[in-house]
């Protein structure tokens, strides 16, 4: 896990790194804004699909919810 709850980050700036297959791939924010919520923790085990992260847009823009 590379950001933190109620970091602002940047688009396109990194939030966690996966592990699958011994490859470590990082899953980004697709907007600028401010992180709401982690719901992963280092070492868990996931899927596709899983929600990892909730980030709310800069400005009173929209808030994502990061899938995989």
């Known amino acids: 896990v590379v950001a933190n709850v109620g970091d602002e980050v940047t688009e396109d700036?990194?939030?966690i790194i996966m592990?699958?297959?011994k490859m470590e791939i990082p899953v980004v924010a697709p907007i600028a804004g401010r992180?709401?919520?982690l719901l992963?923790?280092?070492g868990e085990a996931g899927g596709e699909g899983v929600v990892v992260a909730r980030v709310e847009g800069g400005r009173a823009g929209p808030a994502l919810t990061l899938r995989v």
């Open 13 to 15: 700036a990194t939030l």
């Open 19 to 21: 592990e699958a297959m």
């Open 35 to 37: 992180v709401t919520e």
């Open 40 to 42: 992963v923790v280092e």
